[in-house]
């Protein structure tokens, strides 16, 4: 059965930066695809960055002036991918999800919390 298992969530400042891990097991398979998604309460849960197994990367307009194109980040080996966010302001404030699309099949992880501070 295939998990996702995310770290990095937690409490920051307005301005500092975080990274998520998320590491995909239970599979033999390399994912698609992989990513984190968000949601706060009362809102659908949006992308904020995914990577393709070929590298190409896609942000969300609400952090493409804060984030570059290698803040995301996988390792195809070890199904694993990260997230490198900087400049954070209190609006990126939300449970973070990691995706993976594996054999066409999506899986979520079970969320973290990144709360940011003014």
Known sequence: QVQLV???GGLVQAGGSLRLSC??????????????????PGNQRELVAKITNDGTTNYADSVK??????????DN???????????????????YY???????????GQGT??????
């Not at 590491?23 to 706060?40: E, H, I, L, P, V």
């Not at 002036?65 to 803040?71: A, E, G, L, N």
């Open 77 to 95: 080996a070890e199904n694993t991918v990260y997230l490198q966010m900087n400049s954070l302001k209190p609006g990126d404030t939300a449970v």
């Open 6 to 8: 995310e770290s990095g």
């Open 65 to 74: 002036d804060r984030f570059t194109i290698s803040s995301i980040s996988r």
């Open 23 to 40: 590491a995909a097991s239970g599979t033999a398979f390399r994912a698609n695809a992989m990513g984190w998604y968000r949601q706060t």
């Open 98 to 108: 990691c995706n993976a699309l594996i054999l066409w099949r999506d899986y979520w």
């Open 113 to 118: 919390q990144v709360t940011v501070s003014s």
